[in-house]
């Protein structure tokens, strides 16, 4: 537990809220038995035991996963199914849980106070919806916002097409406060291939295959992330995606050359079909693409893929707006600090949405809200470097020696041209 703890903090840069991490850390335990009580099954190891996983920036291997690399699919089959057996999916129905599909939320309800220096904040009281086109309001006690990022802000980008900050801007017309929205995350090794506009996003090789020991290789087939950081292909995500950047600039490539991912070391080392065993959605869909990454490298390139800020809570999901709570990507816990650590995201969705509905149901937490206070970041003027400690100067500028001792005499790197 120290020792995630101590991970998280120097992957956000020292920028996290110390007691958000030793929330999100120390009580992880509770809601992963949580979710195996709604019918989650982890993967087991050889011996019978949980199989853990090694990402970036973790010292250690202790990634769960389920179904190989299809966790957060799993976890959202179970929820969703448990939902629905205590829900019904009309508005006269007697179930527990109401479920209303095909609807979007135009506005929060709040109850505006008289104005004055003695006035108390707005609360809010409901939503003000479309369903099926017909706009709709909703009276509530609480509104709990879970509509995830941001990511289709940018023109390449992991997410789904619903991931357009809606709930942020929800809660800033509500006038919640919003925190460190200057911090997204891009993730280094999504496949390389055209954008279609409102298509599928770009399909995301995940970290884990990094760990489990695949490499990067620039279009010389040159493995170069050794040159820019000590751990490789296994630095914070920031890291590896920014040395992408200065490495395809240092060689005069074009910004949005790929870069190659190489596993064919994984399928040689841990014998035939492992990668599809470990990988099974990952298999499928590369090959999908027309790739077999058990014999050939896959071109990735560094896309969108999380928003570390967003509307700011307390400990217990609760915003600055009464009676509004945020949980997931669109709140901004401090947990994550300037770079989220891998696997984090998960982990904080269930930690802190468990503690925003003990908030309410406890009532007394309830009635007032308390948003967590915001570290300063100082008034100095930001640094070009990166969010978990920047690029090792020394080794930067070695590779860059490097590079420009193997040009030819056209200026041009030894691999690009003939003389």
């Known amino acids: 537990m120290a020792a995630h703890i101590a991970d998280t903090l120097a992957a956000g840069a020292g920028l996290n809220d110390p007691d958000a991490v030793r929330v999100l850390c120390t009580e992880a335990v509770r809601d992963i038995a949580g979710l195996q009580?709604?019918?989650?099954?982890?993967?087991?190891?050889?011996?019978g035991g949980p199989a853990l996983g090694l990402e970036a920036a973790h010292s250690a291997a202790r990634i769960l996963h389920a179904g190989g690399d299809a966790t957060g699919a799993r976890i959202t089959r179970a929820l969703v199914a448990s939902v629905l057996e205590r829900a019904v999916l009309n508005p006269t129905g007697q179930g527990r849980l109401r479920v209303e599909t095909g609807?979007?939320?135009?506005?929060?309800?709040?109850d505006r106070p008289e104005q004055g220096p003695t006035a108390d904040s707005p609360r809010a009281t409901g939503v003000a919806y479309l369903s099926n086109g017909q706009p709709r309001q909703l009276q509530a006690d609480a509104v709990l916002l879970a509509t995830g990022g941001?990511?289709?802000?940018?023109?390449?980008?992991?997410?789904?097409?619903?991931?357009?900050?809606d709930g942020l801007a929800l809660a800033w017309r509500a006038g919640a406060a919003v925190h460190d929205l200057e911090f997204f995350q891009f993730h280094p090794t999504t496949l390389a291939a055209d954008e279609v506009p409102g298509g599928p996003p770009a399909l995301l090789i995940s970290e884990a295959v990094r760990g489990e020991g695949a490499v990067l290789l620039d279009a010389a087939g040159y493995r170069f992330m050794p040159d820019y950081h000590p751990d490789a292909e296994l630095a914070p995500r920031d890291v590896v995606s920014r040395s992408i950047a200065l490495h395809l600039a240092a060689t005069g490539a074009p910004a949005d050359s790929p870069v190659f991912l190489d596993a064919r070391g994984i399928e040689a080392a841990r014998g035939p079909g492992f990668l599809a065993r470990r990988f099974p959605s990952i298999?499928?869909?590369?090959?999908a693409a027309g790739y077999d990454w058990t014999t050939q490298t896959l071109p990735v390139s560094p896309a969108a893929h999380y928003w570390m800020g967003g509307v700011s809570t307390d400990l217990w999901g609760r915003t600055s707006v009464p009676?509004?709570?945020?949980?997931?990507?669109?709140?901004?816990?401090g947990a994550q600090g300037a770079n989220r650590l891998a696997s984090n995201s998960l982990l904080e969705?269930?930690?802190?949405?468990?503690?925003?509905?003990?908030?309410?149901?406890?009532?007394?937490?309830?009635?007032?809200s308390a948003p967590r206070k915001v570290p300063s970041h100082g008034t100095a003027a930001p640094r070009a470097v990166s969010a978990a400690g920047g690029l090792p100067d020394a080794r930067f500028r070695s590779a860059i020696a490097r590079l420009r001792r193997g040009r030819n005499s056209n200026g041009c790197p030894r691999w690009c041209c003939e003389d």
């Not at 009580?37 to 011996?47: I, L, Q, S, T, W």
């Not at 609807?103 to 709040?110: E, K, R, S």
């Not at 298999?283 to 090959?287: D, F, K, L, P, V």
């Not at 009676?323 to 816990?333: D, F, H, K």
Request: charged content about 15%; proline content about 3%.
């Open 37 to 47: 009580r709604f019918g989650v099954r982890f993967d087991a190891g050889p011996g």
């Open 103 to 110: 609807a979007f939320v135009t506005d929060l309800l709040t």
């Open 150 to 165: 941001a990511g289709r802000l940018f023109a390449r980008t992991s997410n789904p097409s619903v991931a357009t900050a």
């Open 283 to 287: 298999t499928a869909a590369t090959r």
């Open 323 to 333: 009676g509004l709570y945020a949980a997931g990507e669109v709140a901004c816990t």
């Open 349 to 368: 969705g269930l930690v802190f949405g468990r503690r925003a509905v003990e908030a309410f149901l406890g009532g007394g937490l309830a009635g007032t």
